[in-house]
């Protein structure tokens, strides 16, 4: 792979043509970037949260209020009757499993009704490596089904649907091909789990969705969801922690199975975690609309290098995740290093890829984040593996995907 230096102007005369293709689509996400703001503000004032309930709690964080208006902050967004939002909670794989753990038991059936999990996911439930304490170990049996090219439903399926006792829906795409699914798609996917079963309880995994689209997944009909503050609700502010929203007999359920029966909304203290928390979520309408920005243009950069992108620039973006078709290894090398590169923490290191339990292969990871492994900041990382496909996460200022640019223009051939 050949280095070829252009001028910095001709860069300029680039950037300029595709900031003008791009303005009507950012108009389109400032417009949403308001609603979601206000909706975001309203959560507050509705609350009433108060400066007092921003200081830290310790010990066994019994009555800690800092821990109780942050989980009716998160109630009154997402439209839900109960919150569980804790610093306890490590991750959204954590958070993940906290729902299917809790409200599976011996002899039921999760369905996944959108293809094939998330990699760690997988994992939780045993279906790849052989971990202790997965589902599978535990008598539930997993099935799955992809609803999102099946507008007809066999008879197998029909079938699955009727028996299951959690439906399971991806927002995101993971390490898949398939593309992110919208909110209508989560409203039509849950119609047809109705129409043919009313008990099951629907659960989303949301991570990389929140405020990227008007609507959130309770408010198309799911019982359950959840998402990490690694990624949209955090902001970057947030160093841990996640949220589970959803009915108030499913997310009483699930913190008997965080703490103890009968101690979920009793203990765990806020740690200090509080603050930044609420202010993450304060601020992660405005992430969420710089990410998408940075979106839009590392697609339509790529584009223009001779690179596949999905989604395209030109289709709605339903989450913050931009997949790159790198080609080859040597490519993918280089955009991994231009991530680094082009990050405020640790720009002086090289990615390198690496073995991780509940990956199938090596992967590599870059980003110099403030947060360690962040994924709402400047970050990539995928299989260093045929097709070497690359998962970005364009970060914390649509700028950065700029710069981002600008070093590779003057890297790729």
Same mark, same amino acid.
């Given at each position: 792979?050949?280095?070829?230096?252009?001028?910095?102007?001709?860069?300029?005369?680039?950037?300029?043509?595709?900031?003008?293709?791009?303005?009507?689509?950012?108009?389109?996400?400032? /417009?949403?970037? +308001?609603? =979601?703001?206000?909706?975001? &503000? @309203? %959560?507050?004032? !509705?609350?009433?949260?108060?400066?007092?309930?921003?200081?830290?709690?310790?010990?066994?964080?019994?009555?800690?209020?800092?821990?109780?208006?942050?989980?009716?902050?998160?109630?009154?967004?997402?439209?839900?009757?109960?919150?569980?939002?804790?610093?306890?909670? /490590?991750?959204? +794989?954590? =958070?993940?499993?906290?729902? &299917? @753990? %809790?409200?599976? !038991?011996?002899?039921?059936?999760?369905?996944?009704?959108?293809?094939?999990?998330?990699?760690?996911?997988?994992?939780?439930?045993?279906?790849?490596?052989?971990?202790?304490?997965?589902?599978?170990?535990?008598?539930?049996?997993?099935?799955?089904?992809?609803?999102?090219?099946?507008?007809?439903?066999?008879?197998?399926?029909?079938?699955?649907?009727?028996?299951?006792?959690?439906?399971?829906?991806?927002?995101?795409?993971?390490?898949?091909?398939?593309?992110?699914?919208?909110?209508?798609?989560?409203?039509?996917?849950?119609?047809?789990?109705?129409?043919?079963?009313?008990?099951?309880?629907?659960?989303?995994?949301?991570?990389?969705?929140?405020?990227?689209?008007?609507?959130?997944?309770?408010?198309?009909?799911?019982?359950?969801?959840?998402?990490?503050?690694?990624?949209?609700?955090?902001?970057?502010?947030?160093?841990?922690?996640?949220?589970?929203?959803?009915?108030?007999?499913?997310?009483?359920?699930?913190?008997?199975?965080?703490?103890?029966?009968?101690?979920?909304?009793?203990?765990?203290?806020?740690?200090?975690?509080?603050?930044?928390?609420?202010?993450?979520?304060?601020?992660?309408?405005?992430?969420?609309?710089?990410?998408?920005?940075?979106?839009?243009?590392?697609?339509?950069?790529?584009?223009?290098?001779?690179?596949?992108?999905?989604?395209?620039?030109?289709?709605?973006?339903?989450?913050?995740?931009?997949?790159?078709?790198?080609?080859?290894?040597?490519?993918?090398?280089?955009?991994?290093?231009?991530?680094?590169?082009?990050?405020?923490?640790?720009?002086?290191?090289?990615?390198?890829?690496?073995?991780?339990?509940?990956?199938?292969?090596?992967?590599?990871?870059?980003?110099?984040?403030?947060?360690?492994?962040?994924?709402?900041?400047?970050?990539?990382?995928?299989?260093?593996?045929?097709?070497?496909?690359?998962?970005?996460?364009?970060?914390?200022?649509?700028?950065?995907?700029?710069?981002?640019?600008?070093?590779?223009?003057?890297?790729?051939?």
């Amino acid at each position: 792979m050949s280095k070829t230096t252009r001028p910095k102007s001709t860069f300029l005369a680039f950037d300029q043509k595709i900031r003008h293709q791009l303005r009507p689509y950012y108009e389109e996400i400032d /417009t949403n970037y +308001s609603l =979601a703001f206000k909706k975001v &503000l @309203n %959560s507050f004032q !509705q609350n009433q949260v108060s400066g007092y309930q921003l200081q830290p709690g310790f010990g066994y964080g019994l009555g800690d209020c800092g821990t109780q208006v942050t989980e009716a902050v998160f109630s009154s967004l997402f439209q839900a009757e109960k919150a569980l939002v804790r610093p306890q909670i /490590t991750s959204g +794989s954590h =958070a993940l499993f906290l729902i &299917l @753990n %809790s409200l599976l !038991q011996k002899d039921d059936i999760l369905l996944s009704v959108t293809g094939a999990p998330y990699e760690t996911l997988k994992s939780c439930i045993g279906i790849q490596d052989h971990f202790p304490g997965t589902l599978l170990e535990k008598g539930v049996h997993y099935k799955e089904i992809n609803l999102l090219h099946s507008p007809t439903l066999t008879e197998e399926d029909s079938r699955l649907i009727e028996s299951a006792r959690v439906c399971w829906i991806q927002k995101s795409r993971g390490y898949s091909a398939r593309k992110t699914i919208s909110s209508l798609d989560i409203e039509k996917i849950i119609q047809t789990i109705r129409f043919h079963n009313k008990q099951s309880v629907v659960a989303v995994d949301n991570c990389y969705g929140e405020f990227t689209e008007t609507k959130e997944p309770i408010e198309c009909g799911a019982d359950v969801c959840a998402g990490s503050f690694m990624k949209n609700p955090g902001a970057g502010i947030a160093r841990t922690g996640a949220y589970i929203v959803g009915k108030e007999e499913y997310i009483d359920r699930i913190s008997s199975y965080l703490i103890a029966p009968g101690l979920g909304y009793e203990f765990m203290p806020n740690l200090g975690f509080t603050y930044e928390i609420l202010l993450g979520l304060f601020h992660s309408p405005l992430t969420v609309r710089e990410s998408l920005k940075g979106n839009l243009y590392l697609s339509a950069f790529f584009e223009e290098m001779g690179f596949t992108t999905s989604p395209h620039w030109s289709e709605k973006h339903y989450d913050i995740v931009l997949a790159i078709e790198c080609k080859t290894k040597e490519y993918m090398d280089l955009f991994s290093q231009g991530v680094q590169k082009c990050s405020p923490i640790d720009s002086h290191v090289k990615a390198e890829p690496f073995s991780q339990n509940g990956y199938k292969h090596p992967i590599i990871m870059a980003g110099g984040t403030f947060v360690p492994g962040s994924s709402i900041e400047f970050s990539a990382d995928g299989f260093y593996h045929p097709p070497y496909y690359l998962y970005f996460q364009p970060g914390l200022y649509a700028e950065q995907s700029r710069t981002y640019a600008e070093f590779l223009w003057n890297q790729l051939p």
